[in-house]
């Protein structure tokens, strides 16, 4: 099944935008768990169980895994395949390679780690990214116009040529390289005005990643109005420390599944 059915099919059955962001930090998780691969493992699930109702999809950034080492590789692995087969994973590992070594990125995620969709970073242009389209039913998100402080250092800048900044050739880009269905956009909450405009060039089809809701202090409403599309769907909103390390307590479970929930429904709030 294709990424954007799979994507679609979970936003109505749970009725849900919210994408939970399992970014284990083995110096944040409870102190009652252990920092080990067990009690990390013991703390992916327990979120997992807690919001997989919740939920249109989950992202696991890789840097959180890869750091720990051996021990890391196989806690990703461990995550991906408890997470339900219904709802769809994102793997962040924003990927920006010459082509032959793309390749093997791609296959990393894709084949490795079975993972349902990825980001990448366009910088490199289609060369680094065609080995990712080439799985066609998994979704390539390119970075577009990302939610760090920084991001305008080079994102905003206008290219004479076209006389636009460099995220709105970006999201042309995406448009135009989204021939069979399987491009996304990565663009934060924290520039909604940029993610209005995103949305308009990419239209209805294109699913987009937003982060920087909760922690980062991104616009929730206009994230979920700029966002969206004309159904009200399409946009995926990323949540992971305010959600996950709700608590630091016995109650962590509890506490999650409480902030995941109220997020949801601030999100429906909003939607179309």
Same mark, same amino acid.
């Given at each position: ?78 995550? /991906? ?5 219904? %709802?769809?994973?994102?793997?962040? !590992? =924003?990927? #920006?390679?010459?082509?032959?070594? &793309? ?97 308009? /060039? ?5 699913? %987009?990643?937003?982060?920087?809701? !909760? =922690?980062? #202090?991104?616009?929730?409403?206009? &994230? ?49």
């Amino acid at each position: 099944m294709r990424f954007i059915d799979k994507l679609d099919r979970m936003i109505e059955r749970n009725d849900s935008l919210l994408c939970v962001g399992l970014d284990t930090d083995r110096s944040k998780i409870p102190k009652h768990l252990s920092e080990k691969k067990e009690g990390l493992l013991d703390f992916n699930r327990t979120i997992i169980d807690e919001t997989s109702d919740l939920v249109c999809c989950y992202k696991l950034n890789m840097a959180f895994y890869e750091s720990i080492g051996v021990d890391g590789i196989k806690l990703l692995m461990e995550t /991906i395949n408890y997470i339900p087969k219904d %709802i769809p994973t994102i793997l962040d !590992g =924003k990927r #920006g390679d010459i082509g032959n070594t &793309a390749k093997y990125y791609a296959s990393e995620i894709f084949k490795l780690y079975r993972a349902d969709a990825t980001t990448v970073n366009p910088y490199m242009g289609i060369d680094s990214i065609g080995p990712f389209l080439k799985y066609k039913d998994r979704c390539t998100f390119v970075l577009c116009r990302t939610s760090n402080p920084s991001a305008n250092d080079f994102q905003d800048l206008i290219v004479s040529r076209d006389n636009l900044p460099i995220y709105q050739i970006v999201a042309r880009k995406i448009k135009e390289w989204n021939k069979i269905g399987n491009c996304g956009a990565v663009v934060g909450a924290t520039y909604p005005e940029e993610l209005k405009i995103v949305r308009s /060039i990419l239209g209805d089809e294109i699913p %987009i990643l937003i982060p920087g809701v !909760g =922690k980062q #202090g991104g616009d929730l409403e206009r &994230a979920v109005r700029y966002g969206t599309n004309s159904n009200g769907k399409n946009a995926i909103i990323n949540s992971s420390r305010s959600i996950i390390y709700a608590s630091s307590g016995k109650d962590f479970a509890r506490e999650a599944r409480r902030s995941a929930e109220k997020l949801k429904n601030d999100i429906n709030l909003f939607r179309q």
